[in-house]
C-alpha cells in the first residue's frame, strides 16, 4: 500500500510495490506474470480491481501474511519526476525466503527481483534463482540501497542479466560518468542495463552500446511506478527478442500513460 502526497492534491492511498508495478506492467504489455510477494489476508478491498483486471495474466503467490502486514510506503511527489520517500514499513517481506520460491525457475522466461528492504536480500534471492534454474535474471534498485550498500548493489549489477534504475541512482552508483564511460563500469558492457531519466527517456546499454530513447508526451498526475511500469514492459520485450532500444522505446511509452493518471490505474486499463 502506498500513501502518496500529488502536488496540489489530497493524500492518496493506493496500493503499489515495485513487483506489483512490474507484473501489472507485464500483463499489460501482452504478457504472463507470476508475482512473488506477502499476500495478505484478508485481502484489502483496494487489491480486488487488480486482481480481478489481472485474473488471466497475473498470478499471485508467496506466504500468506496479516492484512495489517501489507508492506506501506509514504512518498511525497514534487513534480518533474522529484520524490521523497517518508516513510517505509516492510511488514511481511520479511517472511519472503528463498526456499519458498518454486523448485524450477526455468520454465520462466525471465525472473525480476524488484527492490527489497536491502540489496543483501536481494543478492540472496539472486543466488538462490541460479541455483533453481532461471534462464534470465534482472534486478531494480532504489537510492537508499544505492547509498548504504553500493558495493552490493554493484555486485548485483554485475550478476544479473538485465539490470532497471534511473538517473539518480545510476549516479550514486557509478558517478558523473557520462553514458560512455558508464558502459565499461561494472561489467555493464557484457550486461543490459536501463536508465530511467524522466521527462529525457531512457538510456539503455547493452554489448557496449549506448542508446538515448526520447519520453513520450504525457501530462504528469502520479509519477509513481513509472520506473517499475518501464521495467516490466521493457523486460517483456528482450525476452520477446527486441533490442535494448526497442524495449527501451515500449517502455517509456507504458511509463507514460501510467503517470497520466493515480496509482497503477492506467495498467489495469491497458491491454
Do not use: K
Not at 484489502?44 to 480491481?49: H, S, T
Not at 489481472?54 to 522529484?82: D, F, K, N, Q, Y
Amino acid at each position: 500500500m502506498d500513501r502518496l502526497h500529488l502536488p496540489g492534491r489530497p493524500a492518496l492511498e493506493t496500493v503499489g510495490g515495485a513487483g506489483l508495478y512490474t507484473a501489472l506492467a507485464i500483463a499489460a504489455a501482452g504478457g504472463r506474470a507470476t508475482l512473488f510477494a506477502p499476500r495478505p489476508a484478508p485481502l484489502p478491498d483496494a487489491f480486488v480491481p487488480a486482481l480481478a483486471a489481472t485474473a488471466a495474466s497475473l498470478t499471485w503467490v508467496g506466504p500468506v501474511v496479516p492484512a495489517a502486514a501489507v508492506p506501506r510506503l509514504e512518498i511525497a511527489h514534487h513534480g518533474g519526476g522529484r520524490a521523497t520517500l517518508l516513510g517505509a514499513s516492510w511488514g511481511g517481506e520479511a517472511q519472503l525466503h528463498p526456499d519458498d520460491l518454486p523448485a524450477d525457475l526455468g520454465r520462466f522466461a525471465a525472473i525480476h527481483i524488484a527492490a527489497l528492504s536491502s540489496a543483501t536480500r536481494q543478492a540472496t534471492c539472486l543466488a538462490a534463482c541460479r541455483a533453481r534454474g532461471a534462464r534470465r535474471l534482472s534486478v531494480g534498485t532504489y537510492a537508499r540501497v544505492c547509498q548504504a550498500e553500493r558495493s552490493t548493489v554493484l555486485g548485483l549489477v554485475a550478476a544479473a542479466d538485465d539490470a532497471f534504475m534511473n538517473e539518480n541512482e545510476a549516479r550514486l552508483l557509478f558517478g558523473e560518468a557520462t553514458p560512455e564511460r558508464v558502459v565499461t563500469r561494472a561489467g555493464l558492457a557484457r550486461r543490459t542495463t536501463f536508465i530511467t531519466r524522466g521527462e529525457r527517456g531512457a538510456l539503455a546499454f547493452s554489448e557496449g552500446r549506448v542508446w538515448s530513447v526520447p519520453a513520450s508526451a504525457a501530462v504528469e498526475v502520479d509519477p509513481t511506478g513509472a520506473g517499475d511500469a518501464f521495467c516490466g514492459a521493457a523486460l517483456l520485450a528482450r525476452v520477446c527478442g527486441e533490442s535494448a532500444a526497442d524495449a527501451a522505446e515500449v517502455g517509456v511509452r507504458l511509463a507514460a500513460r501510467i503517470i497520466s493518471q493515480p496509482g497503477p490505474s492506467a495498467l489495469l486499463a491497458q491491454r
